[in-house]
C-alpha cells in the first residue's frame, strides 16, 4: 500500500556570501502511515519549518525526494498538492478577505465548487468557534482567531495528508484542545498528519511516533514511550523548581532533547537559516548531494 507521506534523503542547503553553503535540512527521511501522526520536535532553529516547506513544495530541495501518496511534490506537483492541507507557521491568510470568503476561496483552488466549499467552510467555522466572525475582515481577527482560522482552512479542501507546522502557537488552552480533538477526527478517516511542535506535552499527546530534530538531523525516532525508555532511562527525575523547593517528577520528551542534544526545548539554534539575515532562502545550491 502507498504510504501518504515518504520523505526520503530530504537535503536543503542555501547560498552564504563569503562561506560555504549553509545546511538547514541534512538527510532527514521518514514515512507516515494512513491514521497516524507524525511529530518533529525540536526548538527554533532546529529545522523544523525548513524540512516542512521542502515538504510542501514550497522550497525546492538540494536532494532527496518527497511524495504525497505515490505523487512527486516537485515532479508532479498538481497531483500532490491535490492531496495537501497545510499550516504554515507564519501567517499566511488574505487580510482583504471575509473570514468565509477565505475559506471558500481557498477551496476553490481545489476545483471544488462554491456550494460545497460553502458546506464546509462553515462547517469548520462553527467548529473552530469561527461562525460569529464569518463576516468580519481577516484583518479584524485576534492572533489566536487568526491561527484557528489557518488551520480551518487548511482542511477544508479535504485532504489526505495534513501538514501543520507549530498550528497551537499562540492558541489559549481551550482552543488547543479543540484542535486537538479535531486533529483526532482527521486521523479516525484515514488521514496522515505531519506535526512540528516545541511542546513536549502536546507532542506525547498527539504523535504516535516522533523525530527528534537538531541542527537539520533526525537525531532518533520511535514513540514517545520508546524514545523515553531509551535515552532516560530512569523511573524519577528530581530538580529545584524554585529556590528551596525539589520535585520529583517522571521523564519527558524534553529530558530525550536534553540528553541528545545538551540543549532545552526552549533553546533558539541560531543554525536555522531564518535567523540569518546574510542567507538567501531562495537561492538553493543545486545539484550538491550529502
Sequence with gaps: MTKPLVVTGL??????????????????????????????????????STSMQCITGFYPPTAGNVT????????????????????????????????????????????IDAEKAGRKARELLDRFDLASKADVLVEALSGGMRRRLQVARALVAEPRVLVLDEPTTGLDPEARRVLWSIIADFRRTGGAVLLSTHYMEEAERLCDRIGIIHR?????????????????????????????VRWKRPPNLEDVYLKLTGLSLDADESEDETENPQMHPAEAVEGIRP
Design 68 to 111: 504525497i501518496l505515490g505523487h512527486d511534490v516537485h515532479a508532479a506537483p498538481r497531483q500532490a498538492r491535490a492531496l495537501l492541507g497545510v499550516c504554515h507557521q507564519d501567517d499566511t491568510l488574505d487580510t482583504d478577505f471575509t473570514v468565509f470568503d477565505q475559506m471558500v476561496r481557498h477551496a476553490s483552488f481545489f476545483g
Design 11 to 48: 537535503v536543503k542547503e542555501y547560498r552564504v556570501p563569503d562561506n560555504p553553503p549553509f545546511r538547514a535540512v541534512d538527510g532527514v527521511s521518514f514515512d507516515i502511515a494512513e491514521g497516524e501522526c507524525f511529530g518533529l520536535l525540536g526548538p527554533n532553529g532546529a529545522g523544523k
Design 216 to 244: 537539520g538531523r533526525i537525531l532518533d525516532c520511535a514513540t514517545p514511550p520508546e524514545l523515553i525508555a531509551r535515552h532516560v532511562p530512569i523511573a524519577e527525575i528530581e530538580e529545584e523548581i524554585r529556590p528551596g
